[in-house]
């Protein structure tokens, strides 16, 4: 009861969620652990409620700064005051200072580059850690290997810091992912809590149309008919935008866009709309979602593919939190599937520009050692976009520290790249197929993660049955007419408290 | 045309301009560049209003507008890509700035970085005042710079207002305040501003209500706040408002380089002394003398050039059709480049 009882006392709620007190029960008999629990359900709990039982400081290494910041911005609201989360609002002097002074605070929120410093692992050395949490821990293994070469540095710095008590979190997981959690945390005889990623109140649903057109039109209508709130994801800010202007130049008043090219106050303030219920439907990028808390929103529709499985269950799973009946949607159109393709592609360095590179380093072999000083010659010569660039770079410098011979690395690097291509186009071809599926979309996502549809549900997927008329409009808030704005009583409603 | 405000607003740059600079110097004021070029043209060409009031402005947008402009016929090429409006082009600026006129409060030069402070800390504080009149605690802050909440909290205990009377003070003030605005809504403002259970409209959206186009608006909000700005300088009415631009104005003024260099001179060590001691170029120091010298007023350029050196370039700039500093160092050979410079930055402007 002990628990419980803590959990109404800091956190005001009477009873766990699903979960939430087997993975805190494993961390207190001091097991490292990695667990699994479908997005929504009450990840940051499971280090909040520990850290206050053990001494000392959590460490969170979150991937995302816009994470980062809601999830410190939560517990602050809860009333903790202990919090840092070294991001980019702080200046260079406010983290220099908290670094000096890391043991004033309880939860301290990191993200993976920084621990590339040893200014910053010789500080958290010093500490006695009480927990080190991996929030979204499949970012290791999902984009970790292209994007963050800097994951691959956390079981080092996990190390480094004298191998503190571990807690890895993610939302989803196949079985390979969990094995590249646990390898690269080197937490390999850890406990491993895994709940079902099913999200039963969630109906799912796929519509083939022939093309962008009528995609378009379809997102209108389904836009115009559909029980909000809702979201509407795009693999681009350029769509999310257009569609946004689209929707509200027909008539829907309450509609944004939000990806990450928008300045920080209006994300903000679009994020926090949204939630207040001053908007009805978002339309944008995968920037937006991660850490937002809204139980009630109906549905999330994809207008374009994602890159697999894996994420598209991370990014429906922000429908129906609040246990209601919700519904997920993509639309897909013919050739659709070359978009994610090319995108995957595009990220990483080809062969042809490694063998530049490798001719190119032949003639000038005193750039081996000081690579990253050529930036400039070398992209201009191999045509590196700045991201491929940053990977390059990265595995480069990382591979001839170790003392490796250039043409051994560029060797390893193309094949590395090459199988990191391959895993891409398969995980696409997933979700290719899983469009093209006739039999239960639910059982095969399930299957996908070595588990079994175990319930039966009424409103379960579109090869199951099922009609977007059971999922109606009941409030037309679009033709609420807006009172006339008067700023005088604006301020006065702001500031002076009403009787 | 989306943009047309925008365009307006290079037009008029370029009738100040005579002629005399490259569309790419307009670019350079309204980006606010802080190169002493960028800083001495604005004071020149009195346009100081406009620096730093298109931050984000890049040079493909000046491009295509330039071009809109010329291919209207409203400005032909002088020489060595320098422009002037045409009599058409002047027509259409007057047309277009009596319908759309530059705000008159506009001060981009002497409150860009004050401004978006004091937003900062009046978005904040009108958040907490709000929440604290509804006994609501838990909420997610509209600003999320941690040197904003702690200047929050060091106001609420300092500001020698009592809690419950800050917000009707700062209704009054800022009502007052607003009144005062000659040529702008003063819902510019208020439809931004969060409180509880309301969130405030995105720059966008409140553009979008307001039905004017997104830069129109842009200049209005600055306008809004440089107006407030310099109401709470001019005037001794609004003691609570002065509380919250405290400490705003001295941020503004130099760059953090510069006033590192500043404090440094004012304790009596010379430009090579400096250099040293930042492990800094001269040149850099010399920027940073030129910077304090359009700043401070009172700033003696003496020790650096001699009286009669000033004479000689001031008298060879007003004889000079084109102010630039090449023609002023023909006329003056004696002089540096450094030294005319700092002399046209203490008194180029109003000349």
């Known amino acids: 009861m002990r628990l419980e009882a803590i959990l109404q006392k800091k956190f005001g709620y009477l009873a766990f969620r699903p979960g939430q007190k087997e993975i805190i029960e494993s961390v207190l008999a001091g097991r490292d652990t990695v667990a699994m629990l479908p997005t929504g359900t009450g990840k940051s709990l499971c280090y909040q409620l520990p850290g206050y039982m053990i001494e000392g400081q959590v460490i969170i290494i979150s991937p995302l700064l816009s994470l980062m910041q809601d999830q410190a911005e939560q ?141 378009t039109d379809r997102l209108l209508e389904l836009a115009d008919s559909l029980e909000g709130p809702g979201i509407i994801y795009f693999s681009s800010k350029k769509m999310a935008e257009q569609t946004a202007d689209l929707l509200r130049d027909k008539g829907a008043k309450r509609v944004m866009a939000y990806h990450g090219g928008m300045d920080q106050e209006s994300r903000i303030l679009v994020q926090q709309q949204y939630i207040h219920g001053q908007l009805d439907l978002i339309c944008a990028t995968s920037a937006f979602g991660m850490g937002i808390n809204k139980d009630n929103i109906r549905y999330v529709i994809h207008f374009h593919m994602p890159l697999q499985i894996e994420s598209y269950l991370q990014e429906i799973g922000r429908a129906g939190r609040d246990g209601n009946q919700s519904i997920a949607i993509m639309l897909y159109a013919p050739g659709d599937e070359q978009l994610p393709i090319q995108l995957a592609e595009s990220e990483l360095p080809d062969k042809a520009q490694i063998d530049w590179i490798e001719k190119w380093i032949k003639e000038n072999p005193n750039a081996i050692l ?115 704005y008067d700023w005088k009583s604006h301020l006065e409603f702001l500031l002076i408290p009403s009787e | 045309m989306k943009r047309s405000y925008l365009k307006t607003v290079i037009m008029y740059c370029i009738r100040e301009l005579q002629g005399q600079r ?47 402009i010329a291919s209207s016929r409203w400005m032909t090429a002088a020489d060595n890509g320098h422009y002037i409006l045409t009599a058409e082009g002047m027509e259409e600026l007057q047309r277009a700035l009596l319908e759309n006129p530059i705000p008159s409060s506009l001060n981009g030069w002497m409150y860009h970085s004050a401004g978006g402070l004091f937003w900062e800390r009046i978005s904040l504080l009108i958040q907490v005042i709000s929440h604290l009149n509804n006994n609501h605690v838990k ?4 600003q999320r710079k941690r040197a904003v909440h702690e200047w929050l909290k060091d106001f609420l205990r300092t500001s020698g207002f009592a809690r419950d009377e800050v917000g009707a003070v700062l209704n009054r003030e800022l009502r007052q305040c607003l009144e005062n605005l000659n040529d702008i809504n003063p819902a510019v403002l208020t439809l931004r501003l969060t409180g509880y259970n309301r ?109 009669e050196k000033q004479k000689m370039i001031l008298h060879a700039a007003s004889s000079s059709d084109t102010l630039q500093l090449k023609q002023i160092r023909q006329l003056v050979p004696e002089a540096d480049y450094f030294e005319i410079r700092l002399v046209m930055a203490k008194f180029g402007e109003g000349q």
Not at chain 1, 209 to 214: A, G, M, Y
Not at chain 2, 34 to 56: E, Y
Not at chain 2, 139 to 142: D, F, G, N
């Open chain 2, 139 to 142: 909420y997610l802050p509209i």
């Open chain 2, 22 to 68: 490259t569309i790419y110097s307009i670019l350079h004021l309204l980006n606010g560049k802080k190169t002493s070029q960028t800083i001495q043209d604005a004071h020149l060409f009195q346009l100081t209003p406009l620096f730093r009031t298109f931050g984000n402005l890049s040079r493909d947008v000046i491009d295509n507008l330039a071009e809109e």
């Open chain 1, 75 to 215: 517990l602050m609201l809860n009333g903790e005051k202990k919090v840092i989360a070294f991001n980019s609002f702080l200046t260079r002097a406010e983290k220099k200072q908290a670094l000096n002074q890391l043991n004033k605070y309880k939860f301290i929120f990191v993200s993976p580059e920084m621990l590339y410093f040893e200014s910053v692992l010789s500080q958290l050395a010093k500490l006695s850690i009480a927990l080190f949490v991996v929030d979204e821990a499949h970012c290791i293994s999902q984009w970790g290997y292209d994007f963050r070469p800097d994951y691959l540095k956390l079981g080092e710095a996990r190390k480094r810091i004298g191998n503190p008590l571990t807690l890895a979190l993610t939302a989803t997981a196949t079985s390979e992912v969990k094995a590249d959690i646990k390898k690269s945390l080197d937490i390999m005889d850890c406990s491993e809590i895994i709940y079902s990623v099913d999200r039963p109140n969630i109906a799912l649903s796929v519509e083939k149309l022939d093309n962008f057109r009528e995609k």
């Open chain 2, 199 to 307: 969130i405030g409209l995105t720059a966008v959206q409140a553009s979008e209500h307001l039905k004017i186009s997104y830069d129109y608006y842009h200049h209005q909000f600055l306008g809004t706040i440089h107006h407030i700005l310099e109401s709470v300088r001019e005037s001794s009415d609004y003691p609570l408002l002065e509380k919250i631009v405290s400490g705003t104005r001295e941020a503004i003024q130099l760059t953090l380089s510069a006033q590192k260099t500043y404090t440094l001179l004012k304790q009596g060590l010379d430009l090579e002394a400096i250099a040293t001691r930042r492990n800094l170029k001269k040149s850099t120091i010399e920027d940073h003398v030129v910077e304090v010298a359009l700043y401070e007023r009172s700033f003696n350029i003496a020790c650096y050039v001699s009286e």
């Open chain 1, 370 to 484: 000081n690579i990253s000083q050529f930036e400039a010659q070398i992209k201009q010569l191999s045509g590196l976009t700045d991201v491929q660039w940053r990977i390059f770079n990265d595995f480069f410098e990382r591979k001839s520290k170790s003392g490796l011979d250039y043409r051994r690395i560029l060797q390893e690097m193309k094949g590395y790249y090459e199988g990191r291509i391959k895993f891409k186009r398969e995980s696409i071809e997933e979700v290719y197929k899983w469009i093209h599926l006739k039999t239960c979309r639910r059982e095969h996502i399930l299957s996908h993660f070595n588990e079994k549809k175990s319930v039966s549900i009424h409103f379960c997927c579109d090869s199951c049955g099922l009609e977007l008329k059971d999922f109606p409009k009941n409030t037309n808030s679009d033709n609420q007419e807006e009172p006339l």
